[in-house]
T-cell receptor, first 115, second 114 residues
Framework: DAKTTQPPSMDCAEGRAANLPCNHSTISGNEYVYWYRQIHSQGPQYIIHGLKNNETNEMASLIITEDRKSSTLILPHATLRDTAVYYCIVRGRPYGSSNTGKLIFGQGTTLQVKP | EAQVTQNPRYLITVTGKKLTVTCSQNMNHEYMSWYRQDPGLGLRQIYYSMNVEVTDKGDVPEGYKVSRKEKRNFPLILESPSPNQTSLYFC?????????????FGQGTRLTVV
């Protein structure tokens, strides 16, 4: 699975859009980009995932560059409850029997939403 | 409500006293796994299970056991806990091995071994 790089921390004003970047320059064609977040030592929470096209759901939007080497998670109207550690994870289809199914969590980006 | 339930949420125990952390999911998922989270080390997979009676080691299995007798349950067993197993533990489940699917995590079990 490809390695990801995220800034360690970011701030965002409440009500503004939060744009969290992720670099995954070694991503391969069958690998998906996932985003999870963890609020204060709670269990990680799935946000969104995508392969090539941009994706949107009720929580966020995911923008993936055309070369797929980077992506941006967008929280359109950040609230104080969005303060969390955000993890960008790249996960591909396993081949053969070597599927551990694990998600590789890096250090993530700590997003602080401020009033 | 779809959920993964872990118990207990908090546990303080002494070295060598066997303990079990339970994990149950109500989504009929085939795949379940255990992670531990430590400062500076992130989340690391301990064990996983592809289906009933199928389990395998993750990255940090030493000192842990698991079983998968029923689809919904995946308990984590520490036969002889040691202080280096003090950690925050998460159970997770998904329909398949997390590929193109959402993984659901429990709320965590904070274990302290003294």
């Amino acid at each position: 699975d490809a390695k990801t790089t995220q800034p360690p921390s970011m701030d965002c004003a409440e009500g503004r859009a939060a744009n969290l970047p992720c670099n995954h320059s070694t991503i391969s064609g069958n690998e998906y980009v996932y985003w999870y977040r963890q609020i204060h030592s709670q269990g990680p929470q799935y946000i969104i995932h995508g392969l090539k096209n941009n994706e949107t759901n009720e929580m966020a939007s995911l923008i993936i560059t055309e070369d797929r080497k980077s992506s941006t998670l967008i929280l359109p109207h950040a609230t104080l409850r969005d303060t969390a550690v955000y993890y960008c994870i790249v996960r591909g289809r396993p081949y053969g029997s070597s599927n551990t199914g694990k998600l590789i969590f890096g250090q993530g980006t700590t997003l602080q939403v401020k009033p | 409500e779809a959920q993964v339930t872990q118990n207990p949420r908090y546990l303080i125990t002494v070295t060598g006293k066997k303990l079990t952390v339970t994990c149950s999911q109500n989504m009929n998922h085939e795949y379940m796994s255990w992670y531990r989270q430590d400062p500076g080390l992130g989340l690391r997979q301990i064990y996983y299970s592809m289906n009933v009676e199928v389990t395998d080691k993750g990255d940090v299995p030493e000192g842990y056991k698991v079983s998968r007798k029923e689809k919904r349950n995946f308990p984590l067993i520490l036969e002889s806990p040691s202080p280096n197993q003090t950690s925050l533990y998460f159970c997770a489940s998904s329909p398949r091995g997390h590929y193109n699917t959402e993984a659901f995590f429990g709320q965590g079990t904070r274990l302290t071994v003294v």
